[in-house]
């Protein structure tokens, strides 16, 4: 208003007329200003904040060429020139209206930053255009002669298009703040679209040039400017720009919370609930630990912009629960140590029954031997001969030889999840009786064929069964043997070669159904089925 009071004064008075000037452009340019410093302190979109300060520092722009251009620089070239560079602000600040407009949901997409980019570009080019002018005469055209002046002029195609696009930008906004709005209080929502319905009037008044314009609203740069801020803040009013600068309601409004925000120096600004009075030397305790619990309530800080959030927290039912919770803990680790001791006790046991249960199978297995072994020991005690003496324990060797063997076999066949055994582990067995036969005086070779093949376990056992009954039944009337065992398909043979002086089929009239053949004289041939 006051600006507005001091444009109407016209006095032959220099003093007064120059005072009444610079009040009213330092009214403008301060309140212009207290406007960039509103909007970057409380907008809360980044995006929104930014287009937003830009237009208030066009403004601010604008009234700052208007004040030198008709207060300092008074000749013809300089007017020339602030007049050019009052179209950076015009065409830039419905641009970032616009732009600014579109961002206002909250949502910035892909298509938004596209849209944003070409409204930028072509204000750009449409800037250029008003300042290369002079080369061209597009926008406006002179008669008169250089330096050009704005009391002479028409208008060119170029002015044409960028009044166009000015009020382009300008109705495209009013139509997506009424699209955008999300206020149920209608009456309220028309705060942002009045001030823009009469920019658009004034714009296309002032095309026309009707005079009623150029006496009550003549001043391009404050109505435009007016008008513009005008319905940001009628979007500030009506909640289609969000800002932060409801801080006590807020707090406040939030009963659940109890919370305080102070200064530097710990004085109190806004507060909520019950937030309880604190010294400083517990203030200061807990920002040096960000938090600080005294029975059951939990004390935070968050440092804000020139002060310090402080809140609380109940955290008494937590620690109720922990402590449940550690208790339960407890008592189940002493429960899994119990399961661990009662599992190892009857792994243990399980263990020790398997090895008696093995123990058992293999003494079944070779109760034979084990009588044979009580009868060499009883004919060793009775006889007096060195040479039966060392006959005997010969056969005792060869004897313990197959036990031990035969419990190995048993042990690497219960290991092995298949119940198999290789033709490897029979060798090794062949190889060790026969190199004890020679205590005998008993020439011992022996073949195995496909040492890797891998075989049932049972198969493989009567094979070496087979050779221990072989020698026991012959220890006294055999000369040499050679044990041959092969894998014809997918079949195993035993065929033995035995030097003898006497007839072996009578010592071997327990197994009836070995094929038995004298080849030549002292030389007999066996074969025996397997599998």
């Known amino acids: 208003m006051l600006a507005y009071i001091c444009r109407f004064i016209e006095t032959d008075n220099e003093l007064i007329q120059t005072l009444a000037d610079q009040c009213r452009a330092c009214t403008y340019l301060g309140i212009y200003c207290a406007w960039v410093i509103y909007l970057n302190k409380h907008v809360v979109q980044k995006k929104v904040r930014q287009y937003l300060t830009a237009i208030g520092c066009l403004m601010v722009c604008w009234f700052f060429l208007r004040t030198v251009k008709y207060h300092i620089l008074l000749d013809p070239l300089g007017g020339h020139i602030c007049w050019y560079l009052y179209y950076i602000p015009m065409i830039l600040i419905p641009t970032f209206g616009l732009s600014a407009t579109l961002l206002m949901d909250g949502a910035e997409k892909k298509t938004t930053k596209w849209i944003t ?266 006889t007096e001969s060195r040479e039966e003496y060392e006959l005997i324990l010969s056969k005792i060797v060869v004897v313990g030889t197959y036990l031990k063997r035969r419990k190995n076999l048993m042990l690497t066949r219960y290991s092995s999840r298949e119940d198999s055994l290789t033709m490897a582990d029979l060798k090794q067995s062949l190889a060790e009786s026969c190199e004890n036969l020679k205590l005998c005086e008993i020439k011992a070779a022996y073949f195995v064929q496909d040492k890797e093949k891998q075989l049932r376990a049972d198969d493989v056992l009567k094979c070496y069964d087979f050779f221990e009954w072989l020698l026991e039944q012959l220890f006294d009337v055999m000369n040499s043997v050679f044990f041959r065992v092969t894998h014809i398909e997918e079949k195993l043979q035993i065929s033995v070669h035995i030097v003898s002086q006497e007839d072996i089929r009578p010592y071997l009239a327990e197994k009836p159904g070995l094929l038995i053949e004298q080849e030549e004289e002292q030389e007999w041939f066996i074969r025996c089925p397997v599998s």
């Not at 319905?197 to 040039?209: D, E, F, S, Y």
Request: proline share 3%; charged share 20%.
């Open 117 to 382: 980019g070409i409204l930028l570009f072509f204000s750009v080019v449409l800037i250029v255009c008003v300042l290369t002018n002079d080369l061209h005469q597009q926008v406006f055209r002179f008669e008169g002669p250089v330096p050009y002046s704005d009391k002479n002029y028409s208008y060119g195609i170029l002015f044409m298009l960028i009044q166009f696009w000015i009020i382009a930008c300008l109705v495209i906004m009013e139509i997506l703040l009424v699209k955008k709005s999300r206020i149920p209080d209608r009456k309220r929502f028309w705060l942002p679209v009045i001030p823009g319905l009469l920019l658009l009037g004034w714009n296309i008044a002032n095309l026309l040039r009707l005079p009623f314009i150029k006496t009550f609203a003549g001043d391009m740069t404050a109505i435009c400017c007016l008008l513009m801020a005008a319905i940001f803040q009628g979007c500030i009013l009506c909640g289609l720009i969000q800002t932060n600068s409801r801080y006590f309601e807020l707090f406040q409004a939030t009963g659940g919370l109890d919370a305080e925000i102070t200064d530097n120096s710990f004085r109190r600004y806004y507060f909520s609930g019950e937030f309880p009075e604190l010294s400083k030397d517990l203030r200061d305790s807990i920002i040096a630990k960000l938090s600080v619990q005294e029975r059951g309530i939990r004390i935070n800080h968050l440092p804000v912009k020139g002060g310090h959030l402080f809140w609380s927290e109940d955290i008494s039912v937590l620690l109720d629960q922990y402590q449940d919770i550690q208790e339960q803990q407890e008592e189940l680790t002493a429960r899994n140590q119990l399961l661990r001791k009662t599992y190892k006790k009857e792994a243990e046991r399980r263990k020790l029954e398997e090895q008696n249960r093995l123990l058992n199978i293999i003494q079944s297995q070779t109760s034979r031997q084990y009588e044979l072994l009580s009868h060499y020991m009883e004919k060793l005690e009775q």
